[in-house]
């Protein structure tokens, strides 16, 4: 079956430590998303790709970053200057006429310990 | 500023009392409206896509329904099963295929 593979499902990090989100889609999708999820807010962009080797700035990109070396692959790093990075982080896919809008992952929980 | 707004925040309904979901939206010319459905620690499933005013899909006990300022997400007769979240998100005709979305309606469904 096609889809969004996340992993892992939960994350720990510990201050000052970087750490890697993976996202790998089988959609053959182009554009691909990553978004943070907080309790009572909205899902808010932090990056996004329309082709490989090509990424764009969401509305949140300080302290993350991304790359997109592969259609199929698309990896989130949280970085230590990102300075509350506990939340729930979904990557997402789109492609064909999009008229689903999104395909989503089921997401990593990251928490700071 | 696009902007989207969902209300209320949270419902609780009784098993087979219907009700409404609503999701105001303020785009820069609107390309579509999407609803979601989201279960506690998964990511948003697709329900339905909505291009134009006066346009409505259904699913089971859900309809939705678009007008030019509003979506509404219509719940008949629920049962436990639909407890979720609902996300509605809107796309702007410039928006290069990002979708800006709600804050949801948590809905609890009790027997």
């Known amino acids: 079956d096609g889809g969004i593979t996340q992993s892992p499902k939960y994350l720990f990090r510990k201050e000052g430590q970087n750490v890697t989100l993976s996202c790998e889609q089988n959609l053959n999708h182009d554009a691909m998303y990553w978004y943070r999820q907080d309790p009572g807010q909205g899902l808010r962009l932090i990056y996004y790709?329309?082709?490989?080797?090509?990424?764009q700035k969401g509305d949140i990109a300080e302290g993350y970053s991304v790359s997109r070396e592969k259609k199929e692959s698309f990896p989130l790093t949280v970085t230590s200057a990102q300075k509350n990075p506990t939340a729930f982080y979904l990557c997402?896919?789109?492609?064909?006429?999009?008229?689903?809008?999104?395909?989503f992952g089921s997401g990593t929980r990251l928490t700071v310990v | 500023e696009d902007q989207v707004t969902q209300s209320p925040e949270a419902l609780r309904l009784q098993e087979g009392e219907s009700s409404s979901l609503n999701c105001s939206y303020t785009?820069?010319?609107?390309?579509?409206l999407f609803w979601y459905r989201q279960d506690p620690g998964k990511g948003p499933e697709f329900l339905f896509t909505?291009?134009?005013a006066g346009e409505e899909k259904e699913k089971e006990r859900l309809k939705a329904t678009l007008t030019k300022k509003e979506s509404f997400l219509h719940i008949t007769a629920p049962k436990p099963e639909d407890s979720a979240t609902y996300l509605c998100?809107?796309?702007?005709?410039?928006?290069?295929?990002?979708?800006?979305f709600g804050a949801g309606t948590r809905l609890a469904v009790h027997p």
């Open positions: 997402a896919s789109r492609g064909g006429r999009g008229i689903s809008g999104y395909t």
């Open positions: 785009v820069s010319g609107l390309r579509g």
């Open positions: 998100a809107a796309e702007p005709s410039g928006g290069y295929n990002k979708l800006i």
């Open positions: 790709s329309q082709i490989v080797n090509d990424f």
């Open positions: 909505l291009y134009s």
